[in-house]
């Protein structure tokens, strides 16, 4: 295992320099009339492209040559029903398949319309893009490890925690002593720990990888504020589905407020009933926000080399050196926030089940 954790931390810091030297291959393709003109750099696009989901993954830019992984497209026509081929088809965008391409500009932008009647048009999409195979490689991962947790636990029965045993129990300890039980309660806690431990190792894995710049990281995974929408819809329908008569008439006759903020103008309940649906958005936007944040400042120093570079050379190469620091500084830092991110959103998930299932006092 020492082998492995040194890999991974070489593999780390790698990770901090090679966004310096390497780009999106959409930012390295060539223009229509094939100059080798050096075209103007501009940061706001290099960012954007690097953080949203992509239909193929990129793996590394050697000069001219962009090697990347296409992934299955799989769309429905409005007017030839489904199909399915690999994002390579596209070339990177530049060219159409079967009546379908990838937006180049507009709300679709980057991803893939249909022309319909002289208009781009959304066909009904559940392609493979990057953010979906990263959720299956880390739920592979996932499933690896807890199935061989289970495994040691039935053939280790009495014995010491050892190997992947002895990484993960005291982490499920962690959550559901200072998680799940202070803030659900020690009688109604076990119910809800397959969730928050499921939510919790998702979150930080799937945080983990995307500082990863090569396969199978990368993917901005917990940045997407789709994905982080439906983990927060889960913890929401939980809440509401387990939700007791305390707590619902806690919230349509909210106690120890004045009769008048309840009637005529049900004022209070209105602004609890609020609350049941800010919560989850609260949980979605905290953590879209904190890790796009994250890797959008990474990409802003390495974002640095090239805006100083392109006034001059000398000047590019001094600015690097800062940037590498800078990013690694931050890469430092990430790896804290992705745990404090994890850890964040299972709290709050468990506090709202303990405040559902409160019994009145």
Known sequence: MKYIYRLLLIFFFAGTVLP????????A???????HQKEKFEPGSFIMDHIADSYDWHIFTVGDFHATV????????????????MSSNFHHGHSAYKGFS???EGKYKGKVVEMVKGHEVRPFDISMTKNVVAMLVSMFILLWVFISVAKAYTTRQGKAPKG??????????????E????????????????????????????NLMGMVPFLPGGANVT???????????FTFVITTINGNKAYWKDIFNTPGVPWWLKFPIPLMPLVEVMGVFTKPFVLMVRLFANITAGHMIVLAFVSLIFIFGQMSPGLGYGTSVVSVLFIVFMDMLE??????QAYVFTLLSALYFGMATEEHH
């Not at 393709?29 to 100059?35: F, G, I, Y």
């Not at 296409?70 to 081929?85: A, T």
């Not at 940045?223 to 819809?233: E, P, R, S, Y």
Request: no cysteine.
């Open 335 to 340: 790896l804290l926030v992705a745990l404090i």
């Open 223 to 233: 940045g997407n504020i789709t994905i982080t929408m439906v983990l927060a819809l």
């Open 102 to 104: 990838i937006a180049k």
């Open 70 to 85: 296409p992934l299955p497209v799989i769309v429905h026509s409005q007017n030839s029903g489904f199909h399915i081929f």
């Open 179 to 206: 998680v799940a039980k202070p803030a659900i309660g020690e009688k109604k806690y076990e119910k809800y720990m397959p969730y928050l431990l499921t939510i919790f190792f998702f979150i930080w894995l799937n």
């Open 20 to 27: 310096v030297f390497a780009s999106d291959d959409e930012h």
């Open 164 to 177: 992947m045993q002895s990484l993960v129990e005291p982490i499920i300890i962690f959550v559901r002593d």
């Open 29 to 35: 393709e060539h223009d229509s009339h094939n100059t």
